[in-house]
């Protein structure tokens, strides 16, 4: 009886500690899970049921592999925050799987993704034709985000966080050259001070750091 006790209690306390520890990661959607949430929230599944599976082990033996896991977690968000390479080193970047009507057959075989797959998410957003998609993006999160040659066309971020997006300026056909040339238009002539700019219908928006507004 004590033991049963025992495992009521520890399923209770860590339920409500799994509860907090996700909390404080932030709140996402299932579907927006990157890799590196799913490895964390994986293993902070598997260290609660071995501490709820072995009664007779220490509590505090569980709850510290947990807590350190949710420090790695939040230490990566922060870098992550800092510094868009890192961003795409843990999560990766949007890969264009269909343009202007062509299914790019190389970039479906390097991110081992198939016909059938393709076809089934194209059907689940109503898309009857590939020849009616300008752009459809395979996300890090596997959704597909389709963008019709009715439509608008996709926001294209050319800098994000001072680095520049060189293969977003490919899929616009252009290069790094002409989009310093455009800013030196606007008076701007370092990308690192441009927390974000994007190719939105033929043009550029461009948004400065707070620091660099002023000035």
């Known amino acids: ?3 049963l006790i ?3 209690w520890r399923t209770i306390f860590l339920y409500l500690l799994i509860l907090f520890i996700f909390r404080i990661m932030g709140k996402r959607e299932v579907g927006e899970l990157s890799l590196m949430d799913l490895v964390i929230f994986v293993m902070i599944a598997e260290v609660a049921s071995f501490a709820i599976d072995n009664p007779q082990r220490q509590l505090f033996e569980s709850i510290l592999p947990m807590i350190l896991l949710l420090l790695i977690q939040l230490g990566t968000s922060y870098w992550s925050l800092k ?3 890192i961003r795409d080193l843990i999560d990766g970047d949007p890969s264009v799987i269909i343009r202007n009507g062509e299914i790019i057959e190389s970039e479906m075989r390097k991110q081992r993704y198939n016909l059938d797959d393709l076809f089934q998410q194209l059907r689940e957003q109503q898309i009857g034709s590939i020849q009616d998609v300008s752009y459809a993006f395979l996300e890090p999160s596997g959704n597909l985000s389709v963008f019709k040659n009715d439509g608008d066309h996709p926001v294209l971020p050319l800098i994000v966080d001072g680095d520049v997006q060189e293969s977003h300026l490919d899929l616009i056909q252009q290069d790094k050259e002409w989009l310093l040339d455009e800013l030196k238009k606007i008076h701007i002539y370092d990308p690192r001070t441009v927390f974000y ?3 939105e219908r033929e043009k550029l928006y ?3 750091r707070e620091k660099f507004k002023s000035s």
Request: proline letters at 0%; one cysteine or more; aromatic letters at 6%.
């Open 197 to 199: 700019c994007s190719y």
């Open 83 to 85: 510094s868009k390479k």
């Open 6 to 8: 025992v495992v009521a």
């Open 206 to 208: 461009v948004q400065m």
């Open 1 to 3: 009886m004590s033991e």
